[in-house]
T-cell receptor, first 118, second 113 residues
């Protein structure tokens, strides 16, 4: 079956521009996560959705970052006024139930979007 | 806060050699522990997990034991193959912190034929 997909796979933009990164989770997965992975580092949590709502956005670095999941499936991570420090691999993951299950549900990761801000 | 420390790479081994990648963690309470693997050009995949002290996770010949006394979760494999070449990430989840995974920095493994 289809896994988590992310588009685009690569995005190059100029400093100050706006970008949108898209994530298509596994069908039926209610929980969706965004992580950011800088070069040579492990992924760092950004935001977690349970259904349509952001249940935990404590990892968003500042108010230039915003994410939505309006219908509880596809999610878009939006970055305004991009800075060179935003350059990283942005990973999306989904799980069947997330926190709602009361126990750990495996997170399945997409291939990521590599963002480069010039 | 929670943190994961794993040995720096790259680790270069010959085929059939024994592998150990060290991982230690800092967390309050009782986290669940994981090893994820990232093969070249692919997304992160769960390799194995352990949810309580003394549990041993195993998969594809890899093993790791949850040691609460040493706060460790070292990854081992008795005989590595070229196809094991990848980046390995140790990670934890703590229920009190929700479902967010906390990852180590990753260890690159290169296996020579």
């Amino acid at each position: 079956g289809a896994g988590v997909s992310q588009t685009p796979s690569n995005k190059v933009t100029e400093k100050g521009k706006y970008v949108e990164l898209r994530c298509d989770p596994i069908s039926g997965h209610t929980a969706l996560y965004w992580y950011r992975q800088s070069l040579g580092q492990g992924p760092e949590f950004l935001i977690y959705f349970q259904g349509t709502g952001a249940a935990d956005d404590s990892g968003l670095p500042n108010d230039r970052f915003f994410a939505v999941r309006p219908e509880g499936s596809v999610s878009t991570l939006k970055i305004q006024r991009t800075e060179r420090g935003d350059s990283a691999m942005y990973l999306c993951a989904s799980s069947l139930l997330g926190r709602a299950s009361g126990s750990y549900n495996e997170q399945f990761f997409g291939p990521g979007t590599r963002l480069t801000v010039l | 806060g929670n943190s994961v420390t794993q040995m720096e790479g790259p680790v270069t081994l010959s085929e059939e050699a024994f592998l150990t990648i060290n991982c230690t963690y800092t967390a309050t309470g009782y986290p669940s522990l994981f090893w994820y693997v990232q093969y070249p050009g692919e997304g992160l995949q769960l390799l194995l997990k352990a949810t309580k002290a003394d549990d041993k996770g195993s998969n594809k010949g890899f093993e790791a034991t949850y040691r609460k006394e040493t706060t460790s979760f070292h990854l081992e494999k008795g005989s590595v193959q070229v196809s094991d070449s990848a980046v390995y990430f140790c990670a934890l989840i703590q229920k009190s912190s929700g479902d967010k995974l906390t990852f180590g920095t990753g260890t690159r493994l290169a296996v020579r034929p």
